[in-house]
Structure formats: C-alpha cells, structure tokens
C-alpha cells in the first residue's frame, strides 16, 4: 500500500509539473528564480539521464526507453514482494525509484521525449544537466538504497567473529 500511494504522489507531482511547464513555456524558455544558480529552463530530454544516448539512432531510443522502465518496474515489484514490512525505508526508496521510472515513462509515451525543467547552474562556469522531479525521485531512492547497504555492510564487517 506505500508503495502504490508514495508511486502515486511521485507520477502526480512529476505530471502536474511538467504539465504546467509544457503548456507555459516555450521550448528553451528560461525564467531566473535564483540569479546564477537556478532557473526554470525548458528542455526535451530524448536520451535518458543527462542526454545520454540522446543521439542513438530513433528506433534504438523507443525499443530501449520504451522496454526498460517497464522491466524495472516489474523487478522493483518482485523485490518488493519479498521485502518484509519492517524494511520501510527500502520500500519508500524503491517507491521513489517506481515512480520516477513511471513519470518520465509516461512522458516517453506522450510525446516521445522527457520534459525537464529544474536548471541548476553556477553563474556560467558550470551548468548541471536540466532535470525534472520524476529524475530526482529516482536519484533519491537510489541514494537511501546505497545508504542503507553501506550502513548494512558496516554493520556485517563489525559483528562478523572472523574479523575480530
């Protein structure tokens, strides 16, 4: 049941933004909100995290975009499955994960490409890749994953006999 409503609330929020930015911005149209450090930029991302694989060939770009998150879905429901319910940071990082997969799949299916929009930038020395919430939902799960399985490994090597 988490997982369903945390999923939900990530697709909705993800949608509703990309919705707004759609039908409000021109394609590269860019508003400051933080001079020299973030801006609301309107991109059409066709590749998959940061652009890559944005210039492989069309064919390639829908079997492959358009096969995986399902794929990924499935297995984070398999995991899911398995996981028992006192494990409630790895179902609210898989959730996370699940529905970030499914707003940029959506948005794949819509229109062939993701809508980004968050533009973090340091005035113009540097200028991180343009992104959406669905992306940051996803990099978030992964990041409470990786957590935990350090904090899990760091717990095994400290009470694992052989190492004392």
Do not use: C
């Amino acid at each position: 049941m988490v997982l369903v409503a945390i999923t939900f609330a990530v697709v909705a929020l993800d949608q509703l933004t990309k919705m707004m930015v759609h039908s409000t911005f021109d394609l590269d149209q860019s508003i400051k909100i933080i001079d020299g450090f973030f801006s609301l930029t309107y991109v059409r991302n066709t590749g998959a995290a940061w652009g890559i694989l944005g210039h492989a060939r069309y064919t390639f770009r829908q079997l492959f975009f358009l096969s995986i998150p399902p794929l990924a879905v499935f297995i984070i429901v398999l995991f899911l499955y398995n996981l028992p319910e006192t494990e409630r940071l790895e179902i609210y990082a898989l959730s996370l994960i699940s529905g970030g997969a499914i707003g940029n799949y959506i948005d794949r299916l819509r229109f062939g490409y993701v809508v980004d929009f968050l533009d973090f930038h340091y005035r113009n020395i540097y200028h991180y890749p343009v992104f959406n919430l669905a992306d940051s939902s996803i990099v978030a799960g992964v990041g409470i994953l990786t957590l935990l399985m350090l904090i899990k490994k760091k717990k095994n090597v400290s009470t694992d006999p052989a190492r004392t």
